[in-house]
C-alpha cells in the first residue's frame, strides 16, 4: 500500500517550451503533496506544498509562475514547468501524505514519495 | 538554523560487510527521524521511522539508532549485499503542523563484490 506514481518519468523537451508531471497516489487520498528537486549528488530540495482546492506554498527562491502547481483532486497533483531552460533540468520527485484511504493504517504523519520524472531541457 | 548532517559522504564496502552511516541533527521541535534509501534515479523509500522515545529501530538487515539527547542517529547495515549500493538519506520532521522534512545530504554507499 501507499504508492505514489510520477508520469512522465523522464521527458526531454525544448528550450521554451512547457512540460507538466503528474503526481498520483493510487490507493490512498492525499490532502497534501509536495514536490521537491534534486540535482545530481544533492539531496532533495522542498519547491513547494500543494494542498487540495486551494493554492500552493512556494518555498523561498521558487518562481511560483515558473512551476505551476494544480492540487484539483485528493489523489492528483501536477507541477508544470513553463518556458523551460536548461537550467530547469533536474530530477523532480513529489511525495503525498495520507490523509484516508483503504490502505490498512495509513500514517498521516509518512510522507510517501513518487519514483521521480527525470526533466531535461535541451 | 535546522540542518541534517550525514557522514560519510561516500563508503565503499565490500560484499557482506557490515557499516554504519552517521547523521547529527539540529532540527526543532523535533517530530521523528527517517533513513531512506534512494536508488539512482529512483524516489527515495522508507527503511525505518523513530519518535523521540525510540532509541533503536529494525527493518531486516538495516538497524537504525538514535539519541534524542545528543541529536544523533544512526544506520548500521549487517551483511551488506550488491543491491545495498544507493544514497541513505537521513530526514528530521519538524514538529509543526505541515511536518516540514528535513534532508541530509545523503551518504552514497557503494557495496563492492
Known amino acids: 500500500g501507499a504508492v505514489v506514481s510520477q508520469h512522465p518519468s523522464w521527458v526531454i523537451c525544448k528550450s521554451g517550451t512547457s512540460v507538466k508531471i503528474e503526481c498520483r497516489s493510487l490507493?490512498?487520498?492525499?490532502?497534501?503533496m509536495f514536490w521537491y528537486r534534486q540535482f545530481p549528488k544533492q539531496s532533495l530540495m522542498l519547491m513547494a506544498t500543494?494542498?487540495?482546492?486551494?493554492?500552493?506554498?512556494?518555498e523561498q527562491g521558487v518562481e511560483k509562475d515558473k512551476f505551476l502547481i494544480n492540487h484539483a483532486s485528493l489523489t492528483l497533483s501536477t507541477l508544470t514547468v513553463t518556458s523551460a531552460h536548461p537550467e530547469d533540468s533536474s530530477f523532480y520527485i513529489c511525495?503525498?501524505?495520507?490523509?484516508?484511504?483503504?490502505?490498512?493504517?495509513?500514517?498521516?504523519?509518512?510522507?510517501?514519495f513518487g519514483p521521480g520524472t527525470r526533466l531535461t531541457v535541451l | 538554523k535546522n540542518q541534517v548532517e550525514q557522514s560519510p559522504q561516500s563508503l565503499i564496502i565490500l560484499e557482506g560487510k557490515n557499516c554504519t552511516l552517521q547523521?547529527?541533527?539540529?532540527?526543532?521541535?523535533?517530530?521523528?527521524l527517517r533513513w531512506y534509501k534512494q536508488d539512482t534515479g529512483r524516489g527515495p523509500v522508507s527503511l525505518t521511522i523513530?519518535?523521540?522515545?525510540?532509541n533503536t529501530k529494525s527493518n531486516g538487515r538495516y538497524t537504525a539508532t538514535l539519541d534524542a539527547d545528543t541529536k544523533q542517529s544512526s544506520l548500521h547495515i549487517t551483511a551488506s549485499q550488491l543491491s545495498d549500493s544507493a544514497s541513505y538519506i537521513c530526514?528530521?520532521?519538524?514538529?509543526?503542523?505541515?511536518?516540514?522534512?528535513?534532508f541530509g545530504t545523503g551518504t552514497r554507499l557503494l557495496v563492492s563484490p
Open positions: 490507493d490512498f487520498q492525499a490532502t497534501t
Open positions: 523513530m519518535t523521540f522515545s525510540e
Open positions: 530526514v528530521v520532521s519538524e514538529n509543526t503542523g505541515f511536518q516540514k522534512l528535513v
Open positions: 500543494s494542498n487540495e482546492g486551494s493554492k500552493a506554498t512556494y
Open positions: 547523521c547529527n541533527y539540529t532540527v526543532s521541535p523535533f517530530s521523528n
Open positions: 511525495s503525498a501524505r495520507p490523509t484516508s484511504g483503504k490502505i490498512t493504517r495509513p500514517s498521516t504523519d509518512t510522507q510517501y
